[in-house]
């Protein structure tokens, strides 16, 4: 039985943590709020207080985690992983974050002997519950397929595009994509429901067409139409991975108006949307 220790117990990594124990792993799990870390042992995961203890006794450690320099604390700042850990270890990386970063920070795992590989994910906390999620895989083949027990039994897909940091890459541009989509999506909803058709009858014509997206026949339904909004995603989180695709737009000198005027959308936002809100609330944007 392998020893799993999980860092961020949030909407994700509680669902990581839970549905790696169900699949027989030894699961330890630390989170810098204490609220996080008792609701999660209610649910049976082991859980402590420091990243050290979880660290010392893991054979891989998950890491979900919402930004890129928390990442890099948790990693490489004092009491982190690379000051605790033994060698051999695997650092995976299910957060969103900068590729670069993730990068910088494999380069300072490899000078202590340990690894990484980043492997953000889609699909949600129930996805994290039910262990569906998707994966985009940044990794060499040696690491992976190392991984590739741990990843089967927390995801339902699981595409590798490139070595460490390629994921975040995807991932960025997974995430960029579905902020434009709900965007695009409210404004011809309202076209269609100005000139007389209803955003159900328009969805089931789109979603029978060429113009579907997972917005069209996913988010509408299961968190919009119905007035849910509780997706388990916020506005702050995705604002935060908007803002991520247009710092590697940038640093790659690219000119991209659409994905720019997407940004200053979603940036703008938060004037109308508080950064709690579900993120599918930005359809509501027109309407504040």
């Known amino acids: 039985m392998k020893s799993i220790g999980v860092i961020g117990l949030g909407n994700m990594g509680r669902g990581m943590a839970l549905t790696l124990g169900r699949g027989g792993f030894a699961v330890t799990g630390t989170d810098a709020s204490a609220a996080a870390r008792a609701s999660v042992a209610a649910e049976g995961v082991k859980t402590v207080d420091t990243i050290g203890e979880v660290v010392q006794a893991a054979d891989i450690v998950i890491l979900s985690l919402p930004t890129a320099a928390i990442v890099a604390e948790v990693v490489a700042g004092p009491g982190g992983i690379i000051a605790n850990a033994k060698p051999g270890l695997l650092v995976i990386d299910t957060s969103t974050s900068h590729p670069e970063t993730t990068r910088r920070l494999a380069a300072q795992l490899e000078a202590a002997g340990m690894r990484m590989m980043d492997a953000p994910v889609s699909g949600g906390p129930k996805g994290a519950r039910e262990g569906t999620m998707a994966m985009v895989i940044g990794a060499s083949d040696e690491d992976l397929a190392r991984a590739m027990p741990v990843l089967e039994a927390m995801s339902g897909k699981r595409v590798h595009v490139g070595g460490v940091g390629a994921g975040h890459v995807a991932k960025i541009a997974n995430n960029l994509f579905t902020a434009s989509h709900l965007i695009v999506a409210a404004e011809i909803t309202r076209m269609a429901a100005r000139a007389g058709v209803p955003t159900e009858a328009l969805l089931q014509g789109i979603n029978a067409g060429s113009g579907r997206s997972f917005v069209t ?28 695709g247009q710092e590697l737009i940038g640093a790659l000198g690219l000119d991209l108006p659409l994905s720019a005027k997407v940004a200053e959308l979603w940036a703008g936002s938060a004037q109308t949307i508080a950064d709690d809100e579900d993120f599918n609330r930005i359809v509501e944007l027109g309407n504040r």
Do not use: A
């Open 217 to 244: 026949e996913h988010s509408f339904p299961t968190w919009i139409m119905n007035g849910k909004f509780d997706s388990g995603f916020t506005m702050k989180l995705m604002r935060k991975d908007v803002r991520l």
